[in-house]
């Protein structure tokens, strides 16, 4: 299912700090590889670069201190 | 559902009754263990409290004895933030069950949880994230409220997230979105001012415009919140982060809500960290009554208006 394929992309990007960098190296031939569809791929060329790296960056102070909060 | 048919029952007493309309909102506090002393002993000024229903599905016994107290005294809503409802992918059906229990112990007057997805595939986002906005995920998020009724007995309040990237691949707006999500579920919206007020600053709509276009007669509930600016790449944008007092636009759009909506609402305020002494906050539930109290007055000189 393309839909759920999209998210698991997402979530990769929007958590592994590779997985990003590798992306937007080369946003096609990732996407590609993922098996998305081309709608999808063309959306991915375009997205919002500084949204992409500020919710990597939120999202990771968010799990840090969710550990934080466990130990 | 019964919850919309007491506010069509009490929307028919209000016009039968002679004289100004006089709405009976709620404020209160989410509930946090740093805040716990000061929210105990201040439950006066403490209409209701949120709980996070995630901290208890495997609290130990006696905690969730304390939590059944709380509802004893006060009354209680829980708040889940773990089952990425907005997501072509089924909820897990594990987690749905866990809230049912909780449902079950405390009997909270409403449960809501997010449109958002918090997984993809094996990996755990470990926050709310906003999902494409697709006819998939509208389905998806239906499909899965519709499942979270059938397992707890009572579909969730759903709340709009923040987000600091317009979500990829979107073929809809925010507004469009969740409209059609609310029209195809069960679900009533717990409208997040400060989640609206910072997806309007950073994507550059009308926070005004976007609650006129929402069905008024469906949001039940209202959390309030604070942010910072955050940058990258030379871009600034509004991060809610829950950290900071709530800011005066959002006490703005809260007295915008109350002159639209014709029942009675509940207002939480959300702090997670930094926390001020209890009173910075109760002076903050007061300021949301304040706003309340100018939104119900607009409201009524509007009636009056028409009604002459």
Same mark, same amino acid.
Request: net charge neutral; proline share 4%; glycine share 6%.
């Given at each position: 299912m393309s839909a759920a394929r999209l998210e698991a992309f997402l979530a990769k990007i929007y958590v592994d700090e590779s997985s990003r960098e590798r992306f937007l190296?080369?946003?096609?031939?990732?996407?590609?590889?993922?098996?998305?569809s081309e709608r999808e791929i063309e959306a991915l060329e375009k997205i919002d670069r500084a949204g992409l790296i500020l919710t990597a960056r939120s999202l990771q102070k968010k799990r840090q201190r969710m550990t934080g909060k466990r130990h | 559902m019964w919850r919309q048919w007491l506010r069509r029952l009490w929307i028919v007493v209000k016009f039968k009754s002679a004289g100004k309309i006089s !709405?009976?909102?709620?404020?209160? *506090?989410?509930?946090?263990?740093?805040?716990?002393?000061? !929210?105990?002993?201040?439950l006066d000024r403490i209409d209701v409290v949120e709980v996070i229903a995630d901290d208890f599905f495997d609290a130990p016994r006696d905690e969730r004895r304390a939590l059944r107290t709380l509802a004893a005294q006060t009354p209680v809503v829980l708040h889940g933030v773990s089952l990425g409802l907005a997501s072509a992918v089924p909820v897990d059906k594990k987690l749905l069950e866990k809230t049912a229990r909780l449902c079950e112990e405390v009997s909270p007057e409403y449960w809501s949880e997010h449109l958002a997805f918090v997984r993809g595939g094996s990996i755990? !986002?470990?926050?709310?994230? @906003?999902?494409?906005?697709?006819? @998939?995920? &509208?389905?998806? @998020?239906?499909?899965?409220?519709?499942?979270?009724?059938?397992?707890?007995?009572?579909?969730? *309040?759903?709340e709009n997230i923040a987000t600091l990237i317009d979500p990829p691949g979107s073929d809809y707006d925010e507004i469009t979105w969740i409209n059609k &999500? &609310?029209?195809?579920?069960?679900?009533?919206?717990?409208?997040?001012?400060?989640?609206?007020?910072?997806? @309007?600053?950073?994507?550059?709509?009308?926070a005004r415009e976007f609650l006129k276009r929402l069905p008024a007669e469906r949001i039940a509930a209202a959390h309030l919140a604070g942010g910072k600016w955050v940058e990258a790449l030379g871009e600034r944008r509004l991060l809610d982060d829950h950290l900071h007092d709530v800011p005066d636009p959002v006490y703005q759009l809260l007295a915008e809500l109350a002159a639209l909506v014709t029942h009675p609402l509940t207002v939480i305020l959300e702090r997670d960290g930094g926390y001020p002494p209890i009173e910075i906050l109760l002076r903050q539930l007061d300021r949301a009554r304040e706003a309340l109290a100018a939104g119900r007055s607009r409201q009524n000189e509007r009636m009056e208006k028409e009604a002459a």
């Amino acid at each position: 299912m393309s839909a759920a394929r999209l998210e698991a992309f997402l979530a990769k990007i929007y958590v592994d700090e590779s997985s990003r960098e590798r992306f937007l190296a080369d946003p096609r031939g990732e996407a590609t590889k993922a098996g998305l569809s081309e709608r999808e791929i063309e959306a991915l060329e375009k997205i919002d670069r500084a949204g992409l790296i500020l919710t990597a960056r939120s999202l990771q102070k968010k799990r840090q201190r969710m550990t934080g909060k466990r130990h | 559902m019964w919850r919309q048919w007491l506010r069509r029952l009490w929307i028919v007493v209000k016009f039968k009754s002679a004289g100004k309309i006089s !709405i009976r909102d709620r404020v209160g *506090l989410g509930w946090r263990r740093e805040l716990a002393v000061g !929210i105990l002993s201040h439950l006066d000024r403490i209409d209701v409290v949120e709980v996070i229903a995630d901290d208890f599905f495997d609290a130990p016994r006696d905690e969730r004895r304390a939590l059944r107290t709380l509802a004893a005294q006060t009354p209680v809503v829980l708040h889940g933030v773990s089952l990425g409802l907005a997501s072509a992918v089924p909820v897990d059906k594990k987690l749905l069950e866990k809230t049912a229990r909780l449902c079950e112990e405390v009997s909270p007057e409403y449960w809501s949880e997010h449109l958002a997805f918090v997984r993809g595939g094996s990996i755990e !986002i470990g926050h709310l994230t @906003a999902p494409p906005r697709t006819d @998939a995920t &509208i389905e998806g @998020a239906a499909a899965n409220l519709e499942r979270a009724r059938a397992v707890v007995g009572e579909a969730p *309040l759903v709340e709009n997230i923040a987000t600091l990237i317009d979500p990829p691949g979107s073929d809809y707006d925010e507004i469009t979105w969740i409209n059609k &999500i &609310i029209g195809s579920s069960p679900s009533d919206l717990l409208l997040d001012l400060h989640n609206l007020h910072a997806n @309007a600053t950073n994507f550059g709509f009308d926070a005004r415009e976007f609650l006129k276009r929402l069905p008024a007669e469906r949001i039940a509930a209202a959390h309030l919140a604070g942010g910072k600016w955050v940058e990258a790449l030379g871009e600034r944008r509004l991060l809610d982060d829950h950290l900071h007092d709530v800011p005066d636009p959002v006490y703005q759009l809260l007295a915008e809500l109350a002159a639209l909506v014709t029942h009675p609402l509940t207002v939480i305020l959300e702090r997670d960290g930094g926390y001020p002494p209890i009173e910075i906050l109760l002076r903050q539930l007061d300021r949301a009554r304040e706003a309340l109290a100018a939104g119900r007055s607009r409201q009524n000189e509007r009636m009056e208006k028409e009604a002459a």
